[in-house]
């Protein structure tokens, strides 16, 4: 959807797809070290597609830089 709009794109969301529920953990759990060390893991992935990401949007779509918005890095951690 960022594309989109970077590409001059007007439209709606009907119902965001992709939201998820990751359940309910106690903090210091197995179950939560092992979420907590995957999250980890595609955070340290996902920050240099982000950065390449933004940076081709620029370069395709420069007049709408400031017009759409992509996810920002600190709400990661």
């Known amino acids: ?3 989109l709009c ?3 794109y007007e439209f709606s969301l009907v119902d965001d797809l992709f939201v998820y529920h990751r359940g309910i953990v106690r903090f210091g759990s197995e179950c939560f ?3 907590e060390s995957a ?3 595609n955070i340290r992935r996902y ?3 982000l950065t390449l ?3 081709k949007m620029n370069l395709l779509y420069p007049s ?3 017009s759409c918005a992509i996810e920002d890095e600190s ?3």
């Open 75 to 77: 709400k990661l951690y």
């Open 39 to 41: 999250r980890r893991i």
């Open 53 to 55: 990401f933004k940076r």
């Open 64 to 66: 709408t830089k400031d």
């Open 47 to 49: 920050l240099p597609i």
């Open 33 to 35: 070290n092992r979420k």
């Open 1 to 3: 959807r960022w594309e």
């Open 6 to 8: 970077r590409a001059g």
